[in-house]
């Protein structure tokens, strides 16, 4: 069987993708696609209790699955292809013995493996991050100048990177699989991301006209960052939009 890993990134569809999977798993299945259960909370949850495993994360509950669980669902499965989604497996990027756990674990099963990854421009993506971990109660030093000044001096913070060439170089040290980078703003001003992604997947495409819809951006200006937005997302693009954007075009 070959594996889709969906690995995020955080801030570009994710929770859509992960959503779309679980609810239209019985058309996806018709169509050879299988979509574990294991490792998932909700009907419309994506695989976090994977992440939260391998992570060490305390959220992981062992009552929803982990690794093994997911091993043994794919073992009873005949179809040729399965995907899994969860955008925290991108922190395994940190974790080299997890990520090469999870790897060597599926590949003695006999699987083949491709990681899938969508990327988005620095200066939205830095912004829309940092509401996202403030919300959820993350406090950074000095707040959005302390954040975005980590990414501009180091690249990234906790595990996240605004340097995406960085990023694809640790993560491909330490996996044999191929890792596959797509462009979150150009999928969304073409056909869209679920498109875009059911279509790597290789979803027929019925089942990718169906989720075809007009993509609206997001222009809603964060609160808690429009202060800085004119210092700081010219620096943030001026480090590293041309070399991301080089990475992308491959």
């Known amino acids: ?41 909700a009907p419309d949850s994506g695989h976090h209790h994977l992440a939260f ?8 509950d062992q009552r ?21 989604s969860c955008e925290d497996l991108s922190l395994l990027v940190a974790r080299p013995d997890s990520l090469k756990r999870l790897e060597a674990t599926l590949r003695a099963e006999g699987h083949t493996l491709s990681w899938l990854m969508f990327l988005r421009r620095v200066d939205d993506y830095s912004e829309s991050l940092y509401c996202e971990l403030t919300r ?27 340097d995406y060439s960085a990023f694809a170089r640790e993560w491909r040290t330490h996996s044999t699989s191929p890792l596959h980078l797509y462009d979150y703003d150009q999928a969304m ?21 169906g989720c075809r819809s007009p993509q609206v951006l997001n222009r809603r200006r964060e609160q808690t960052t429009r202060h800085f937005r004119r210092l700081f997302r010219p620096l943030l693009m001026a480090r590293f939009h041309r070399a991301n954007q080089r990475l992308l075009q491959g």
Request: with cysteine; net charge neutral; aromatic share 10%.
């Open 1 to 41: 069987m070959h594996l889709f890993i969906h690995i995020g990134d955080h801030k570009t569809g994710s929770t859509s993708i992960q959503a779309f999977l679980r609810r239209q798993s019985e058309a996806l299945e018709s169509a050879g696609i299988h979509v574990p259960e294991a490792c998932t909370y």
């Open 53 to 60: 495993e391998l992570l060490g994360d305390r959220r992981w």
């Open 64 to 84: 929803h699955g982990g690794l093994d669980a997911l091993v043994a669902e794919l073992r009873e499965c005949r179809l040729p292809t399965a995907v899994i």
């Open 136 to 162: 959820s109660g993350h406090r950074a030093t000095l707040g959005y100048p302390g954040f975005a000044l980590t990414f501009l001096f180091r690249g990234s913070y906790h595990n996240k990177f605004c």
């Open 189 to 209: 001003g073409d056909e869209g991301v679920l498109p875009r992604f059911l279509g790597a997947i290789g979803a027929p495409t019925s089942l990718v006209e």
